[in-house]
């Protein structure tokens, strides 16, 4: 599937703010799943953007104004192919007894430990703990927790913030796709199984009843031995399809967050982000 990705964001400031840097996430990986063939970014006021690889291997835009400003607009554009994913039917069985041997890969150690957004405490746990009880294998895991929180959590938009912790979202058991993604992989890393942050968009057709096309997107990617990352989105209770759109990953919301930056001056900001996803009509995939 050949999509085009409109993304605006418009940061507004009470007074007038200066030496404003800025860190941006928001071009399409290219990898197994997806190619991304055109990304640009465009800012407003005018900056010389440049970009670098984080620890994480994702594409980092950054850029820096140092001259007073009461309004930042980011403005990015991309085309991306989105190919067919591997079927739940493919996923090779993986004993959840054998899970402790993920500690010992260097791609999975961050995964399984606690971050910036995801404790590993005692409420997690035996949340945990109650639902690997009589699951033999580790994608069927994996699995029941993705369905156990859409089945017990509310979606609903303005329930939580970008500063919501997973504690605080499994305690309210309310939120949107970046409480699920920070629940998922707090459940997941408690019961061994490695789990990172994706960030990206979603591609909704008409006549369904997804969630997360109206801004960025969040699921999460799972480690399995003998297969490696799959994609999994809570919020929908589906595997991560050629509708999703993958663009960073991370331990959670702070290593793959869309747009991240500081300024100097005591404004206070308000911020609108518009996304806009359209299938490129006559163009094969």
Not at 17 to 23: A, F, L, T
Not at 171 to 182: K, L, N, P, S
């Amino acid at each position: 599937m050949r999509l085009k990705i409109l993304h605006r964001t418009r940061y507004r400031y009470s007074q007038p703010v200066s030496e404003n840097y800025n860190e941006v996430r928001l071009q399409p990986v290219s990898d197994e799943g997806q190619e991304c063939h055109g990304y640009r970014l465009v800012t407003e006021p005018v900056a010389k953007v440049e970009r670098y690889h984080d620890f994480h291997f994702n594409l980092v835009d950054h850029f820096y104004l140092k001259e007073p400003h009461g309004e930042l607009v980011l403005e990015s554009c991309s085309e991306v192919t989105t190919r067919a994913r591997a079927a739940d039917s493919e996923v090779p069985w993986f004993p959840v007894a054998r899970l402790g041997e993920c500690q010992r890969l260097e791609r999975c150690y961050d995964f399984l430990q606690p971050s910036e957004y995801v404790s590993l405490g005692v409420e997690v746990w035996r949340v945990g703990q109650d639902l690997v009880s009589g699951v033999d294998d580790a994608w069927q895991l994996a699995l029941r927790i993705m369905g156990h929180i859409h089945e017990t959590f509310v979606y609903e938009a303005g329930s939580t913030t970008v500063s919501t912790t997973m504690e605080e979202a499994l305690r309210e058991r309310r939120g949107v796709c970046q409480d699920f993604a920070h629940v998922m992989l707090g459940l997941c890393r408690s019961t061994g199984i490695p789990a990172r942050y994706v960030s990206g968009y979603l591609h909704v057709p008409a006549g369904t009843a997804l969630r997360g096309d109206l801004a960025s997107h969040a699921w999460v990617e799972v480690y399995l031995p003998r297969h490696g990352w799959m994609g999994l989105d809570p919020t929908n209770n589906r595997m991560a399809d050629e509708h999703h759109v993958k663009v960073a990953v991370g331990r959670d919301y702070a290593d793959a967050a869309p747009v991240r930056g500081n300024f100097k001056g005591r404004a206070e900001q308000t911020m609108t982000a518009e996304v806009r996803i359209e299938p490129v009509k006559g163009v094969e995939d």
